[in-house]
């Protein structure tokens, strides 16, 4: 079943001399338990599309369906509502609370949407992230790979439809980045959970089913 469908999307910043075509005509579907790896230089607008497939921008031409839903024309409270309730974002920096411990992190998009906790969810993802002895530390407790685990985990928690990955081994040594990528590729295999990753490394890329290359703006 395919969940997302990218159609003809344009992304263009600036105006004349200074204008940047960042997406050019970028068409591609997404099937439900894929794990797909975008990968392109720095520049060539793979960060773009993942922020336009989020709805976190509006692409300026083409449309994006989630399901049979074209998030472009959505109202800016619903296009919030589903992000929060059916997208999963890890970002290349965690983007954890300073003050929250790891369960306070890992549980807050419930809390935000006032949902109740499922306790032996979440106990299963915190020992699946094998965070369980860290359950109460602060993010700056935690080494960086740590904190990227978290970070999926908050992703993990909402049972998303998608999980969209922006470089999130972009800020950890070798050891810790395949650490990371073999956990998004067993939630992949285990829970069938899809996912989108943006790498800029290839051997990373690897690991997904299907390798999407962008540069300049345009799939190649």
Not at 20 to 45: K, R
């Amino acid at each position: 079943m395919k969940i997302l469908r990218v159609e003809n999307v344009k992304k263009i910043y600036g105006k004349g001399e200074s204008k940047v075509v960042a997406l050019d005509n970028v068409s591609f579907d997404v099937e439900e338990g894929e794990f797909i790896a975008i990968i392109g230089p720095s520049g060539s607008g793979k960060s773009t599309l993942l922020h336009t497939i989020a709805g976190l921008e509006n692409p300026n031409e083409g449309k994006i369906y989630f399901y049979d839903k074209n998030i472009c024309e959505m109202y800016k409270k619903n296009l919030t509502i589903l992000r929060r309730q059916k997208i999963g974002i890890v970002y290349q920096f965690y983007n954890l609370i300073p003050t929250l411990n790891v369960e306070e992190n890992i549980l807050l998009p419930l809390e935000l949407d006032k949902k109740k906790v499922d306790y032996e969810k979440f106990n299963q993802i915190i020992e699946f992230l094998n965070l369980s002895n860290r359950r109460n530390h602060l993010p700056n407790e935690l080494s960086g790979g740590q904190q990227q685990k978290v970070a999926i985990g908050r992703a993990l928690i909402i049972n998303p439809t998608i999980i969209l990955a922006d470089e999130p081994t972009g800020n950890l040594d070798s050891k810790s980045s395949n650490e990371i990528m073999q956990l998004l590729k067993e939630a992949n295999q285990e829970y069938n959970q899809t996912i989108i990753v943006i790498t800029h490394n290839l051997e990373i890329a690897k690991l997904a089913d299907r390798i999407i290359k962008i540069e300049d703006g345009k799939l190649v």
